[in-house]
Protein backbone atom coordinates (compact mmCIF):
# COMPACT_ATOMS: atom_id res chain seq x y z
CA UNK A 1 0.00 0.00 0.00
CA UNK A 2 0.71 3.69 -0.26
CA UNK A 3 1.89 5.82 2.59
CA UNK A 4 -1.01 8.27 1.61
CA UNK A 5 -3.82 5.44 1.74
CA UNK A 6 -3.52 6.39 5.53
CA UNK A 7 -1.86 9.54 6.32
CA UNK A 8 -1.52 12.79 5.34
CA UNK A 9 1.27 15.33 4.94
CA UNK A 10 2.83 19.07 5.26
CA UNK A 11 5.92 19.98 4.63
CA UNK A 12 7.99 23.32 5.95
CA UNK A 13 11.57 24.81 5.44
CA UNK A 14 13.94 26.74 7.31
CA UNK A 15 17.11 27.24 5.27
CA UNK A 16 18.71 24.29 3.70
CA UNK A 17 16.19 21.66 6.24
CA UNK A 18 13.66 20.21 5.02
CA UNK A 19 10.70 19.49 8.02
CA UNK A 20 7.79 16.98 6.81
CA UNK A 21 5.02 15.54 9.14
CA UNK A 22 2.93 12.80 8.08
CA UNK A 23 -0.46 12.66 9.65
CA UNK A 24 -2.03 9.28 10.36
CA UNK A 25 -5.81 10.22 9.15
CA UNK A 26 -7.45 7.99 11.89
CA UNK A 27 -5.28 7.51 14.97
CA UNK A 28 -5.39 3.95 15.47
CA UNK A 29 -2.93 3.74 12.39
CA UNK A 30 -0.07 5.47 14.37
CA UNK A 31 1.32 2.49 15.53
CA UNK A 32 1.73 1.02 12.27
CA UNK A 33 2.85 4.57 10.85
CA UNK A 34 5.50 4.42 12.90
CA UNK A 35 6.43 0.87 12.62
CA UNK A 36 7.04 1.60 8.83
CA UNK A 37 8.45 4.68 8.25
CA UNK A 38 11.52 5.03 9.85
CA UNK A 39 14.12 8.21 9.29
CA UNK A 40 16.36 5.34 7.63
CA UNK A 41 13.50 4.37 5.02
CA UNK A 42 12.46 8.42 4.72
CA UNK A 43 16.46 8.88 3.75
CA UNK A 44 16.65 5.66 1.18
CA UNK A 45 13.61 6.71 -0.30
CA UNK A 46 14.86 10.95 -1.11
CA UNK A 47 18.57 9.34 -2.19
CA UNK A 48 19.65 12.12 -4.27
CA UNK A 49 18.11 14.69 -2.29
CA UNK A 50 18.07 14.41 1.36
CA UNK A 51 22.24 14.64 1.72
CA UNK A 52 22.32 15.17 5.69
CA UNK A 53 20.50 13.68 8.31
CA UNK A 54 17.49 12.60 8.79
CA UNK A 55 15.50 12.88 12.40
CA UNK A 56 12.05 11.82 13.05
CA UNK A 57 10.24 13.27 15.50
CA UNK A 58 7.16 10.98 17.44
CA UNK A 59 3.93 12.85 18.26
CA UNK A 60 1.38 9.87 19.18
CA UNK A 61 -1.32 12.07 21.00
CA UNK A 62 -2.06 13.47 17.32
CA UNK A 63 -0.95 10.71 15.28
CA UNK A 64 1.80 12.28 13.67
CA UNK A 65 5.62 11.68 12.81
CA UNK A 66 7.79 14.71 12.23
CA UNK A 67 10.79 14.38 10.12
CA UNK A 68 13.54 17.12 10.29
CA UNK A 69 15.73 16.73 7.13
CA UNK A 70 19.25 18.49 6.84
CA UNK A 71 20.95 18.93 3.33
CA UNK A 72 17.57 18.53 1.75
CA UNK A 73 16.81 21.73 -0.37
CA UNK A 74 19.90 22.41 -2.65
CA UNK A 75 21.59 25.11 -0.24
CA UNK A 76 17.98 26.89 1.11
CA UNK A 77 15.56 28.76 -0.72
CA UNK A 78 17.47 31.79 -1.59
CA UNK A 79 20.65 30.39 -2.91
CA UNK A 80 18.94 27.47 -4.70
CA UNK A 81 18.07 27.48 -8.72
CA UNK A 82 15.57 24.06 -7.34
CA UNK A 83 11.57 24.67 -9.18
CA UNK A 84 10.55 23.67 -6.21
CA UNK A 85 13.06 25.61 -3.07
CA UNK A 86 10.85 25.42 -0.10
CA UNK A 87 10.35 21.59 -0.74
CA UNK A 88 6.66 21.30 -0.63
CA UNK A 89 6.50 18.77 -3.40
CA UNK A 90 8.47 16.52 -1.06
CA UNK A 91 5.62 15.94 0.95
CA UNK A 92 3.56 14.22 -1.86
CA UNK A 93 6.97 12.01 -2.58
CA UNK A 94 6.90 10.96 1.06
CA UNK A 95 3.53 9.88 0.88
CA UNK A 96 4.07 7.82 -2.38
CA UNK A 97 6.02 5.70 -0.52
CA UNK A 98 5.31 1.56 -0.16
CA UNK A 99 4.76 0.49 3.36
CA UNK A 100 3.37 -3.10 4.41
CA UNK A 101 -0.33 -3.16 4.64
CA UNK A 102 -2.22 -2.86 7.57
CA UNK A 103 -3.21 -5.89 9.29
CA UNK A 104 -6.30 -4.58 11.12
Do not use: W
Not at 6 to 32: E, L, M, Q, W
Not at 48 to 54: L, N
Not at 60 to 84: C, E, H
Amino acid sequence: MKLFDIAHSRTGDKGDISNISVIAYDPKHFDHLAKEVTAEKVKAHFTGIVHGEVVRYELPSIGALNFVMQKALGGGVTRSLALDPHGKCLASALLAMEIADLSD
